[in-house]
Each structure stands twice: as C-alpha cells, then as structure tokens.
C-alpha cells in the first residue's frame, strides 16, 4: 500500500520537494569578518566560529554515505542553532541527496528519520516535512513485517515534532498489535505523540493518547506518563503532575524485567528531584538499583546501573552516582561475552563522564576497541565524543578540545564539535541519547 496524504503522511509531489531544495540551494555567504577570523584559527581554540570551520573541514574525510548523513544532521543542528539556519538547511539538502545512494530501503529510511529529526531540532518545520515525505516513497518497498512499523512509526514521530501530530496519530493508532515487536512500536511512537501533546500545552489531549497505550511494553506506559508529569509541573500543573507519577510508578513496578523496571523508575525520581520532592526520589533511585541488579543478565544489570547514574548524575547527585558506576563495573566484567563487556563500558564510560568521574570514564575506554559497533564506525570514537561532552559539561572546555581533536573517524569528530557548540550555546543542555 501506497502511504499518502489520507494516511497521516505526505506524498512526495514536485511542491514538496522543492520545499526542501529550492532555498537550500543557494550559497551562503560569509561576512569578510567571519572568513578573516577563521582563516586564523588554531587547533586548540575554543573560539565558536573555530569549532564550526573544524567540524566543517572534517566531511572532506568521509567516504560513506551513511556517515556523512548522520554527521550532517547534527552539525546543522549545530548551525542553527548558532544562528545559521540558512547553511543548516544546505547542510540537510546536501545529506538528502545522498539518501539515494543507501542500499536499501531500511536504510534510506533511517536517514530521512535521522535527518528529519535533526531539522525539527534545527526549527526547520518544512525541511522536515519534506524529509518524511522521501522516507515514505520507500515504505512500499520494505516486507510487511515488524521492521516496517519501526520505521513508519519514527516517520510519524518526526511528523509531529513537525507540528502535524493529527495526521501522525492516526496512522499510527492504525498499527496493528499482532506481535510484541508490533506492539511495543505502536508503545513507542503514541509516547512520542503524547509528549509532544502536552508540550504544545494540550494536556487533555495528551492524556487521551496515553489512555490509548494499553499494549506492547509496560516500560512505555509508565515512562510516558513521566515524561508528561515533567512537562505538567513545568505548566504548573503540579495536581496532574503528581497523579501521573504515582501511575507511572504503579505501572512500573508492575513489570517482571528488572532492567525496564529500573529504567522506568529511574526517569520517576529525576522527575521527582527536579521538583523539589527529594525524599521520595531517592526512595524511588533506590528502588530502582535494586531492580537492576534483577535484570536478565549482568551486561542489562551493568547498563540499568549506569542509565540510573546518568539519572542521579543529571540532579547533581555526583558522589551517588559514582557509586553506582563502581557497581556497574562490577557486573561488566562477568558479561558473557567481550562484545556486551565493551559495550557495557561503552555505556558505563559515558555515564561516568557525565557525570564528572573521569578517571572512571578514562580508565574504561582505554579497554575499548576501534571496531565498529551498530552504528558507529568505531567503539572507541563513540565513547570519547561523550566523554568529550561530559569535560565540557563540567567546564573542561580546552580538554574537551583536544580530546575531540584526537578522535580518528571524523562522523565521531563532527559530532563531538556539535555537541560541544550546543552546549557552549546552552549550558542547561542535557547529553544525547547514547543508543547504537
């Protein structure tokens, strides 16, 4: 079936396409100021403009397509939100043209997801709009199996990051439920619906959408319903906040997968302690330990531990979550093979570093190889962009620098230098999700 407009996507037509091409096209000057103070940069400089021209400089290094692409996406995040909109978007327009170029159509979808999401980060509605639409000329192509509303699902979500949450919600409330895959799915994107719902000030609505997740994982409806009580409290809301808290915790405790539970409960007490409700967060962190040394196996027991670090980590909670990481430790060196070993100090590493504990983060990715791991190029690469992030979180800045410099894979390189820009230009900036 042919996805279009009646479905709650855009078909790709010659207007729509050239939403996404016709400005972008076009050169971008430089101002003579701006060109004289890069030309003079040097390679340790923090200066803005000298991290951009490195982070730039880098994609005459990448050969692949797909790296290209997903570096693109978060450099021109990176543009925009230094006040370049018009070199993001031709950052985005160069990164779509090479989608073609993908192998296959999962892949080709991925990107336009990837570049989709970066655009609405970058405030650029329309770009991202026409980002679906190419995604969707690919949906025929794939089998009609779990995969295919993974994908669709991520399509929908970057539609309503776009504003377009009507037309998102329906399609998506038309999955089908015949498997845990297909489920958790259906979970997954109606969360992100919510979440943008109650973010737009529509409570009522939100509360609609998660009253509609009664299927796939647990962890989804418990985790919706904190991250809309965080948005709740931010509307002073606090009566609703706290009803959705206690069904988010009734919810979670409810699972029987220690590391679901424990991620559940680990979002709960952020929310708590960002709300001045510290007694019942920490009863909540707590909790939450405990259900992650319950996990299936001791790589999910050591990932659950490092995950709730970041959480305690991310409420100024430094020596708690040190704490943890030494026990997350603990359980990485009995994973049962040395690819979930390294990916569990891949994990724990960054943790650490966001949360200030850099002789734990240096100490592990000094263990990790420069072999490719899902979507990176390199393991290793991976783990020094985030703990390039977490030295600049804490005010290392030129340390964050030369670490970034020493990165190899350039797609890790770039994207170290726009993170360290978003985070120069937003202190308050919480780390990137950290999945392969």
């Known amino acids: 079936m042919r996805l279009n407009q009646t479905d709650g996507f855009l078909k790709v037509t010659p207007v729509a396409v050239s939403l996404l091409w016709l400005p972008a096209c076009q050169t971008v000057p430089a101002s003579k100021a701006s060109e004289e103070q890069v030309a003079h940069c040097e390679d340790n400089s923090i200066a803005m403009s000298c991290l951009l021209q490195s982070a730039e400089q880098a994609f005459a290094e990448i050969e692949s397509h797909a790296d290209w692409i997903s570096a693109a996406g978060e450099f021109a995040v990176a543009l925009a939100e230094n006040g370049q909109k018009d070199k993001a978007r031709s950052f985005l327009t160069q990164a779509s043209a090479r989608i073609g170029q993908l192998e296959n159509s999962i892949s080709k979808i991925s990107a336009a997801v990837e570049l989709g999401k970066a655009a609405t980060m970058a405030k650029l509605p329309t770009v991202a709009l026409a980002m679906v639409a190419l995604g969707n000329e690919e949906v025929d192509e794939l089998e009609d199996n779990a995969k295919k509303y993974d994908l669709i699902g991520k399509l929908a979500e970057v539609q309503v990051l776009a504003g377009q949450t009507d037309e998102a919600i329906q399609r998506v409330l038309s999955f089908p439920e ?6 958790a799915f259906k979970a997954r994107s109606l969360r992100e619906i919510a979440v943008a719902q109650a973010r737009a000030g529509n409570f009522d609505a939100a509360q609609s959408t998660i009253a509609e997740i009664t299927f796939g994982l647990t962890y989804y409806q418990s985790t919706v319903r904190s991250d809309v009580a965080a948005l709740a409290f931010e509307a002073d809301d606090s009566k609703l906040a706290i009803k959705l808290l206690q069904q988010a915790e009734t919810v979670a ?11 559940a409960l680990r979002d709960i007490g952020v929310v708590y302690m960002d709300n001045s409700m510290p007694e019942k967060a920490m009863l909540v962190f707590t909790d939450a330990k405990a259900a992650a040394r319950n996990a299936n196996s001791n790589q999910e027991r050591a990932r659950a531990l490092s995950r709730i670090g970041t959480g305690l980590a991310d409420c100024g909670l430094y020596t708690e979550a040190k704490s943890v990481f030494t026990e997350a430790q603990d359980f990485a060196k009995n994973a049962k093979s040395e690819l979930f070993r390294h990916f569990s100090h891949y994990e724990i590493a960054g943790s650490a570093a966001f949360a200030g504990d850099f002789d734990t983060a240096n100490n592990l990715v000094a263990t990790l190889p420069e072999t490719k791991f899902g979507s990176t190029s ?5 783990t020094q962009r985030d703990i ?36 120069l230009k937003n202190p308050k900036m919480q780390a990137f999700p950290r999945y392969l």
């Open 178 to 183: 015949t498997s845990d895959n297909h489920a």
């Open 253 to 263: 405790r409810a699972q029987d997968n220690g590391y679901f539970v424990a991620g």
């Open 378 to 382: 390199s393991l290793k690469a991976a």
């Open 388 to 423: 390039a992030w977490g030295l600049a979180k804490h005010n290392h800045i030129a340390k964050a620098r030369a670490l970034i410099n020493s990165i190899v894979p350039a797609r890790e390189r770039i994207m170290s230098f726009s993170r360290l820009i978003l985070l």
